[in-house]
T-cell receptor, first 115, second 117 residues
Framework: GAVVSQHPSWVICKSGTSVKIECRSLDFQATTMFWYRQFPKQSLMLMATSNEGSKATYEQGVEKDKFLINHASLTLSTLTVTSAHPEDSSFYIC???????????FGSGTQLSVL | AQTVTQSQPEMSVQEAETVTLSCTYDTSESDYYLFWYKQPPSRQMILVIRQEAYKQQNATENRFSVNFQKAAKSFSLKISDSQLGDAAMYFCAYRAYSGGGADGLTFGKGTHLIIQP
């Protein structure tokens, strides 16, 4: 199956700093990339949807100025957590979509810990 | 808004036995997809099975099968001949069939499946 490479898999940062997470679709072109957040022992919650070349659409309650999403190409989407705080500590997962009603492919996730 | 409900936070089954995980959902759409995902301790999301709502036939993948009841908005997962490797969190998920922009998945809270050797 198709592969979505997500990096880094684990990052620790100081409060107030910014962290960038990358997701690359290695053998397909992701027209759409979804970003999810998963707190410990909880389910995945959709944060935002990004389409190549256009602005991301954020779910209610997700701060677009804090979670910057860039989808500049069909193979790369990035999530930047700006001015991270301890409450942003979570597991972040991306998921790429080939076509509107095709299958989704998940990255391996990034554990962010903010001290 | 769509909601997905998994009423079993945890299930336990003996190895080689059969177990059924429950899922109900709420939607006003007529066309949509339903999924079961497995999340082992590595936290990699693994697709177990997918069902298109317009298909009456229940999806099957080897030891995994679903019981899709569209009118009841129920989508249960049956795992036959349970194996130790099946131990994981299982998430039921819903996705609208999109005629325009793509929609993300709505997940249930998950069921932790324990396999007793």
């Amino acid at each position: 199956g198709a592969v979505v490479s997500q990096h880094p898999s684990w990052v620790i940062c100081k409060s107030g700093t910014s962290v960038k997470i990358e997701c690359r679709s290695l053998d397909f072109q992701a027209t759409t990339m979804f970003w999810y957040r998963q707190f410990p022992k909880q389910s995945l919650m959709l944060m935002a949807t990004s389409n190549e070349g256009s602005k991301a659409t954020y779910e209610q309650g997700v701060e677009k100025d804090k979670f910057l999403i860039n989808h500049a190409s069909l193979t790369l989407s990035t999530l930047t957590v700006t001015s991270a705080h301890p409450e942003d500590s979570s597991f972040y997962i991306c998921s790429g979509l080939i076509g509107v009603n095709e299958k989704l492919f998940f990255g391996s996730g990034t554990q962010l810990s903010v001290l | 808004a769509q909601t997905v409900t998994q009423s079993q936070p945890e299930m336990s089954v003996q190895e080689a036995e059969t177990v059924t995980l429950s899922c109900t959902y709420d939607t006003s759409e007529s066309d949509y997809y339903l999924f079961w995902y497995k999340q082992p301790p590595s936290r990699q999301m693994i697709l177990v099975i997918r069902q298109e709502a317009y298909k009456q036939q229940n999806a099957t993948e080897n030891r995994f099968s679903v019981n899709f009841q569209k009118a009841a908005k129920s989508f249960s997962l049956k795992i036959s001949d349970s194996q130790l490797g099946d131990a994981a969190m299982y998430f039921c998920a819903y996705r609208a069939y999109s005629g325009g922009g793509a929609d993300g998945l709505t997940f249930g809270k998950g069921t932790h499946l324990i396999i007793q050797p």
